[in-house]
T-cell receptor, first 110, second 113 residues
Framework: GEDVEQSLFLSVREGDSSVINCTYT??????LYWYKQEPGAGLQLLTY?????DMKQDQRLTVLLNKKDKHLSLRIADTQTGDSAIYFC??????????FGKGTKLSVIP | DTGVSQDPRHKITKRGQNVTFRCDPI?????LYWYRQTLGQGPEFLTY????????KSRLLSDRFSAERPKGSFSTLEIQRTEQGDSAMYLC???????????FGSGTQLSVL
C-alpha cells in the first residue's frame, strides 16, 4: 500500500534555510508533490518532481529526490515569516490519486 | 483564470441532517477529486470523476456519502444523516487529465453539532 511519512514540526529563524523531509513507500509513483496549506485554507501546489529526476530548483525552492531510499526533501532558502504554514508531501502511485503525509508545520521565528 | 471553487466555505449542521457541497473545477479540467481532511491529518482521498463518470468510489467513507458530476462540469458531494465524526474539511481538486497536477479549492469546513 501507499504510505507517506513526514516529521510533524520544524522551527527555523527568518533568513535561514528550511529543510522538510518525507519518505514514501510506493516505488511506482511517477510524480511527487509538495503542497502548502495556510490556516483555514485549501492546499496550494508549491512544486513537484518527476520520478526520473534527482533535483528540481524553482526560485527559493529546491526539491531533492532519492528514489533508491524513497526520500524526498524540500529546501526553502532565505525562509520568511510568510512561509509559516503546513507543508504536505504527496505521491501519486499507480492510481494517480494522491496519498498525503500528515504534514510538517513550519514555524518561522522573526 | 479562476481556480477551483467550493461552496459553501463553512457549514454548520445538526446531527442527522443532510448536507450538500458544491465544487466547480478549473474549466478545462476533466478530472475532479474529493478529499476529506481532519484536524492534524493530511487529505484523505474519497472519490474521483473523469468527466461525468465516477471511476473510483470504494474509498467513500460509508453509504451515507455520495457524489455526482452530472454534466462533467461541477460536482456535488452529499452526506446523509450526518454524524459528529463527519466534521472535517472537504476538499475538491481538479486536474487536466491522468497523471497531471492536482489543483485544490479552499475547501468546505463542516461542523456537525
Amino acid at each position: 500500500g501507499e504510505d507517506v511519512e513526514q516529521s510533524l514540526f520544524l522551527s527555523v529563524r527568518e533568513g535561514d534555510s528550511s529543510v522538510i523531509n518525507c519518505t514514501y513507500t510506493d516505488s511506482s509513483s511517477t510524480y511527487l508533490y509538495w503542497y502548502k496549506q495556510e490556516p483555514g485554507a485549501g492546499l496550494q501546489l508549491l512544486t513537484y518532481i518527476f520520478s526520473n529526476m534527482d533535483m528540481k530548483q524553482d526560485q527559493r525552492l529546491t526539491v531533492l529526490l532519492n528514489k533508491k531510499d524513497k526520500h524526498l526533501s524540500l529546501r526553502i532558502a532565505d525562509t520568511q515569516t510568510g512561509d509559516s504554514a503546513i507543508y504536505f508531501c504527496a505521491e501519486n502511485g499507480e492510481s494517480y490519486q494522491l496519498t498525503f503525509g500528515k504534514g510538517t508545520k513550519l514555524s518561522v521565528i522573526p | 483564470d479562476t481556480g477551483v471553487s467550493q461552496d459553501p466555505r463553512h457549514k454548520i449542521t445538526k446531527r442527522g441532517q443532510n448536507v450538500t457541497f458544491r465544487c466547480d473545477p478549473i474549466s478545462e479540467h476533466n478530472r475532479l477529486y474529493w478529499y476529506r481532511q481532519t484536524l492534524g491529518q493530511g487529505p484523505e482521498f474519497l472519490t474521483y470523476f473523469q468527466n461525468e463518470a465516477q471511476l473510483e468510489k470504494s474509498r467513500l467513507l460509508s453509504d451515507r456519502f455520495s457524489a455526482e458530476r452530472p454534466k462533467g462540469s461541477f460536482s456535488t458531494l452529499e452526506i446523509q444523516r450526518t454524524e459528529q465524526g463527519d466534521s472535517a474539511m472537504y476538499l475538491c481538486a481538479s486536474s487536466l487529465g491522468l497523471g497531471e497536477k492536482l489543483f485544490f479549492g479552499s475547501g468546505t469546513q463542516l461542523s456537525v453539532l
